[in-house]
């Protein structure tokens, strides 16, 4: 079995998209190796593709995460992959669970547990559109900056950059 951790300055990513790496174990916890995360630095529906697609090259069976919205985990959960959901950001502390079947991991199990996405309707619609006119791998947003009304979560209150390349900063 590999596992993937999404990571976020040495700990487990508050959010699975916005790791800038995601390290690689067996299920004893012996790493495996990392990849830098192809969404991280850019936001778009092209990058998410390319980290999903990393994940299944690297045969990936199982994913840690805090949160997931639910269309990447409803992607991941109809290629057969297990994501469990973690009740902290300590790798270590998270590995040690993993090892022990621990019933403080949470399996997720439908796209619904996963956080709702307050703008991917729209930005799928813009890759939709994008690919018909523009053909395949052109951005979503087109370059704009993220709208200003998307409020996501963020439990560290650490300024990231949001989808398209916007700043969010969270409280």
């Known amino acids: ?9 040495g700990q487990l990513s508050p959010h699975f998209t916005k790791a800038d790496s995601f390290a690689l ?9 990392e990849f830098t995360n192809p969404a991280f630095a850019e ?21 840690v995460v805090r949160n997931i919205g639910q269309h990447m985990l409803g992607k991941l959960l109809d290629a057969g992959m297990r994501v469990l959901q973690a009740a902290t950001r ?21 796209a619904e547990q996963g956080r709702p996405s307050l703008h991917h309707g729209e930005h799928h619609g813009q890759c939709e559109h994008a690919q018909g006119h523009h053909g395949e791998g052109h951005a979503c ?14 439990i560290t209150g650490i300024a ?8 969010h900063h969270h409280d």
């Not at 079995?1 to 300055?9: D, F, G, H, Q, S």
């Not at 174990?25 to 190796?33: H, I």
């Not at 087109?142 to 979560?153: D, E, L, R, S």
């Open 141 to 154: 947003c087109h370059g704009k900056p993220a709208q200003t009304t998307h409020t996501p979560i963020n």
């Open 1 to 9: 079995m590999t596992i993937a951790i999404p990571r976020l300055k």
């Open 90 to 110: 300590d790798i270590p502390a998270t590995l040690a669970l993993l090892a022990t079947d621990n019933a403080e991991m949470v399996q997720l199990t439908t």
């Open 43 to 63: 936001c778009t529906c092209e990058a998410k593709r390319a980290l999903f697609s990393t994940l299944q090259d690297k045969q990936v069976t199982c994913i």
């Open 25 to 33: 174990y067996t299920d004893q916890g012996e790493k495996l190796g």
């Open 160 to 167: 990231h950059k949001g989808c398209c390349g916007g700043h």
